[in-house]
């Protein structure tokens, strides 16, 4: 009988904090008692531990067993706990060495046989451990997410057994096989399945290519979903250090790994019945939303207008900052949200205003109410406003292939590379040193924001928008037609207008 301590790792966000488990035995009545502001499912260990210990024929005499989970105050939830338990127990009674126990980390639930299950949130864990310096056991199940860090050092086991066998040296655990990514992106839908929508293609790409955000309105079946659903098939991989903060985010929500495709960026398309809490994250126990799904690719919320407009206004914050930080009385969690806004519309309720059939009915006021359920603060964070008019499909040849436009992508994303930040998530001062304009465009640019009545963020997102065409041009300086098409693509501005002067 003695005490042992063994390290783990908690939950926080995509954060894992490091947790000691201290565990004493001691002489008495046979009571298990858990300290350290455990929850209720790292309570339950005790009978989950008590019964794998004996099942895995290890001794389990009449101790007093204290655990303590240290730091005291941070909350500890999950049954992810079980494995460092165990291993103290096992420790503190001689039954396996303690002999740099120390340099170990362990995660895992257990089973009543003393199998191991797999655990949510793993890859944090691993991640955190790599930066450490210590190795890593974690059950076998969770090998598709150790996988993707090469240079962690992780062990994988399939029982509470097996584990003891080894670090009492009777045998080694298996390593994780490095991850064999896939060089094409199978599956991806292609862009030459849209006919014509020359404008709106040519958004798609500048979108693409600086990152931005895009609005498509127009009247139902012109291709509105088919364009937004062809935008993953044209941006770049996601880096290495991205797509592993954006496979942390699924690990944390309990989602499936496939490291073949880990690198490929997500599209989300939450319905517009979707809460506040889906879209952004919460709950009790905060876990990411949507956007935070979407980290790094695309989040599409089609029928932009039928959403809550609660719901579209907690978007605002996350759009600038690339973050949401969710806070509850006794925790806070932090998870990126640098994702990409793909939004469709149509253009009034009944969906037909312009069309040439004329079969609109719809008065005025009633369009201009429809399209106020998108605040003017929202509208101002997304880059270009397209218009996807209905067209005759006759004798319409294919369009361009991803993968053509995905070359010129690559190319303005390399020119962005120097810049170390792509253009849509340019500040101030980089648009100050980056989008320099000649007086000649500056006067055309103020004069389109006096007649449109543009914002200064609007201002910026112009500027920025026109610095992504001058790359896909090749130029290094913005001109006057890479500025005059920037200031196109603000549409829905001039709509907006065009309907406050006639009220």
């Not at 009492?168 to 292609?190: H, I």
């Not at 973050?323 to 509850?328: G, L, N, P």
């Not at 101002?380 to 292939?401: A, F, M, T, Y």
Request: glycine share 8%; charged share 25%.
């Amino acid at each position: 009988m003695g005490l042992a301590t063994t390290r783990s790792r908690a939950a926080v966000g995509i954060e894992a904090p490091q947790v000691s488990v201290e565990v004493n035995l001691a002489s008495g009545l046979p009571l298990f008692g858990i300290v350290g502001l455990p929850e209720t499912a790292v309570r339950e260990s005790k009978d989950r531990v008590r019964a794998a210990v004996k099942n895995s024929g290890f001794a389990l005499s009449s101790w007093r067993v204290t655990v303590s989970l240290a730091p005291a105050d941070l909350p500890k939830e999950g049954a992810r706990f079980d494995l460092p338990i165990a291993v103290g127990m096992l420790a503190a009674s001689d039954q396996i060495r303690r002999e740099g126990l120390e340099q170990w980390e362990f995660l895992g639930e257990l089973s009543m046989t003393g199998r191991l299950r797999g655990v949510k949130g793993a890859l944090p864990a691993i991640l955190k451990a790599r930066d450490a310096g210590h190795k890593l056991v974690l059950p076998r199940a969770n090998a598709e997410e150790a996988a993707l860090v090469a240079d962690a050092e992780v062990y994988l086991a399939e029982s509470l057994a097996e584990l003891a066998a080894a670090l009492n040296g009777c045998q080694r655990l298996a390593r994780p096989q490095p991850a064999v990514e896939q060089a094409s992106r199978p599956g991806l839908p292609d862009l030459s399945d849209v006919l014509g929508q020359h404008r709106a293609r040519r958004a798609l790409e500048i979108a693409a290519a600086g990152g931005h955000n895009l609005l498509l309105m127009g009247p139902p079946g012109t291709g509105k979903t088919l364009l937004a659903s062809r935008l993953p098939g044209i941006l770049p991989p996601m880096a290495e250090g991205e797509a592993l903060e954006a496979a942390a985010i699924a690990s944390v929500a309990g989602r499936e790994l496939d490291p073949a495709t880990w690198r490929q960026r997500r599209f989300r398309a939450p319905h517009h019945t979707a809460s506040g809490v889906a879209l952004v994250g919460g709950g009790s126990k905060p876990r990411p939303g949507e956007i935070s799904l979407a980290h790094g690719g695309v989040l599409f919320l089609d029928e932009l207008p039928e959403f809550s407009r609660h719901v579209l206004e907690v978007l605002r914050e996350p759009l600038e900052s690339g973050r949401v930080v969710i806070s509850r009385a006794a925790v806070q969690a932090e998870f990126p949200a640098a994702f990409q806004l793909v939004a469709a519309m149509n253009p009034c309720p009944c969906g037909y205003e312009g069309d040439p059939s004329g079969r609109c009915g719809c008065t005025p006021d009633q369009i201009r109410r429809y399209r106020d359920r998108i605040s003017g603060p929202l509208l101002d964070r997304i880059d270009l406003h397209v218009e996807v008019p209905r067209q005759s499909l006759k004798d319409l040849p294919p369009g361009e292939s991803s993968a053509d436009v995905r070359e010129r992508v690559l190319a303005a994303r390399e020119r962005q590379a120097a810049r170390e930040v792509v253009n849509a998530r340019l500040d101030v001062a980089g648009i100050r040193s980056h989008c320099t304009i000649d007086e000649h465009c500056a006067n055309l640019l103020e004069t389109a924001c006096e007649r449109l009545r543009l914002s200064a963020r609007a201002h910026h997102r112009i500027l920025r928008v026109a610095r992504t065409i001058a790359d896909l041009d090749g130029n290094e300086r913005i001109g006057v037609q890479h500025l005059s098409e920037a200031i196109g693509y603000r549409q829905l501005d001039r709509r907006q207008n065009a309907f406050a002067a006639s009220a």
